[in-house]
């Protein structure tokens, strides 16, 4: 599926990603999962994408973005947006999809091969109109949780489907017990 000499780019949708993995009883080692596509390819860069709550005191996804930042990883946030949903819970919403899809858009002329950590069906014409452009495509998510993370036709359209759980001896440890930052769309209950 992957080639020494070719250039790769990796878009990692934070929440997207965070949840594959967590349906299946792990956390990503993210300085793993530089080096196992280091070593697949030239990796060009590596793109993280998550919303920001920026009015908290302490933000519990914070550390992990400096960390990804210091750690060769374009970071890519904007503020989430709070709201109170008919139930009056307070609700986080931020959504990333835009920001990745031109960021693919104007890197794809500049590589071969594209990896998109996300099982988002939104993402299917986007990976279609990279394909047109002459570069290959990788989705990472899974189809071994209930129910999948991953929508049908993005699977479909994707040149290779990489199944994360084939990945979690690779890049993967095992969860803690702490809350999570990598999920910017969840509830305060």
């Known amino acids: 599926m992957f080639y020494k000499d070719e250039r790769l780019a990796l878009f990692i949708d934070g929440s997207n990603l965070y949840a594959a993995a967590k349906s299946l009883g792990f956390d990503i080692d993210y300085k793993l999962l530089r080096h196992e596509f280091m070593r697949r390819g030239r990796m060009l860069r590596a793109f993280y994408y998550t919303a920001l709550l920026e009015n908290d005191e302490y933000s519990p996804i914070r550390p992990l973005v400096d960390w990804l930042n210091y750690n060769g990883f374009t970071m890519v946030t904007k503020p989430a947006r709070e709201y109170t949903d008919s139930m009056g819970r307070r609700k986080v919403k931020g ?4 920001e990745l899809a031109v960021d693919a858009m104007e890197l794809a002329p500049h590589v071969d091969h594209i ?5 988002d ?5 986007l990976i279609e109109s990279i394909q047109r452009k002459g570069v290959r495509v990788s989705v990472v998510s899974t189809i071994r ?7 049908d036709e993005l699977r479909r359209q994707a040149d290779n489907f990489i199944e ?3 990945l979690k001896d690779v ?3 095992p969860p803690r017990e702490h809350f999570d930052p990598a999920v910017p769309e969840t509830a305060d209950e």
Request: glycine fraction near 12%; avoid cysteine.
């Open 95 to 98: 959504n990333m999809d835009i």
């Open 115 to 119: 990896v998109l950590f996300s099982g």
């Open 121 to 125: 069906g939104d993402f299917r014409p």
């Open 145 to 151: 949780s209930q129910p999948p993370m991953i929508s």
């Open 164 to 166: 994360l759980q084939d």
């Open 171 to 173: 890049i993967g440890r």
